[in-house]
């Protein structure tokens, strides 16, 4: 299969997978029920799915494997998109090209929605938790996802308006804030799989630089992207006085910052040649969003 056939069948599997448990899990509550599937189905790029996927397949082993963390991941991820936009945080009108889950179903219900499918993140992959590697990933997907991790990126991003904002700071926040979560889901993916230390290495070397990746790409397609073409609002940043690492460091540096991190993302698993495939192309589509 080549490399664009692998990760449609990927893509369709995670959606028939996602809307079926969306369907089917246990919900008296009508009005909840619907916030959350609306949050999470129809939309979005799946990235954290596939890193689930393509650290299976980098392990040897089959999608229907890690199944479960791959919907987990992307509820965690889905939850903070929601919280992410109530009025309190970013305040934001439209995502995934629809209107934002507190637009439609009210702060209170959209709340309610994010905290139901954190929860719901856990009983999904908990659903699959046989082996000590098992329960050795969803702790390091809780790790990844909680106040050391996305939760304490954001906590930062909240702080984030001084002017004197330095690039490192903004690295950092960064890696926690937008990196944690996709190293949660190929590293995890990768734990799961019951690899070793070297594997791991190599795949948390790998998540980082693409981390960096997807966000300076994230920055710039903000600055040169419209509303219709993203599905979100663009520009915010700067209104919000937010300091991107693009506004400080400039166009060219994030450029070459993007460039080097992709070396240096298929140095990391070129090593394991041909079983490395599919994440190198992945990287290079990362930073092909641009253009
Ligand atoms: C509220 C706890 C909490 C965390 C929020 C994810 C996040 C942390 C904030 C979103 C704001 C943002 C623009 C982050 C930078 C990059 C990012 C994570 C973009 C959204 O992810 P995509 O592009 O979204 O994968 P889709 O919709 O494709 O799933």
Redesign the pocket.
């Known amino acids: 299969m080549t490399y664009e056939e692998t990760i449609s069948a990927y893509l369709q599997r995670f959606e028939e997978l996602l809307d079926r448990y969306v369907a089917d899990y246990d919900c008296p509550i009508d009005s909840i029920k619907q916030a959350v599937a609306y949050s999470v189905l129809d ?6 799915p596939l890193l689930v996927y393509l650290g299976a397949e980098f392990c040897g082993r089959e999608a229907a494997d890690v199944d479960y963390l791959a919907l987990g991941l ?1 509820m965690i ?10 009025p309190c ?2 305040n934001d009108v439209l ?2 090209g629809k209107p934002t889950t507190h637009v439609k179903f009210g702060q209170d219900m959209a709340v309610l929605a ?1 905290d139901g499918l954190l929860n719901l993140a856990f009983e999904t992959m908990l659903c699959d938790c046989k082996t000590p590697f098992d329960v050795k990933a969803i702790k390091y997907v809780a790790d990844c ?1 909680g106040i050391r991790g ?2 304490g ?2 906590a930062l ?1 909240v702080v984030n308006t001084v002017d004197d904002v330095k690039l490192d700071a903004i690295e950092y926040l ?1 890696s926690l ?2 990196g944690r ?1 996709l190293k949660a889901a190929l590293v995890g993916s990768c734990i799961k799989c019951g690899s070793d230390a070297r594997v791991i290495g190599a795949v948390e070397q790998y998540a980082e630089c693409i981390g960096i990746i ?2 300076l790409v ?1 920055d710039l397609l ?1 600055l040169h992207s419209t509303t219709d073409q993203l ?2 609002s663009v520009g915010k940043d700067a209104v919000q006085n937010k300091k991107t690492y693009v506004a400080v460091a400039g166009e060219e540096r994030c450029r070459q910052t993007i460039s080097s991190m992709l070396d240096k993302a298929i140095e990391a698993v070129a090593p394991y040649g041909a079983r490395a495939d599919n994440l190198i192309t992945f990287a290079k589509y990362l930073t092909q969003r641009l253009y």
């Open positions: 939309g979005g790029k799946r990235i954290r992307e991820h889905s939850y903070s998109l929601v919280h992410d936009d109530l945080m970013d995502r995934r994010g996802a996305m939760i990126g954001q991003d960064n804030k937008t979560l997807f966000q994230d903000d599905g979100k």
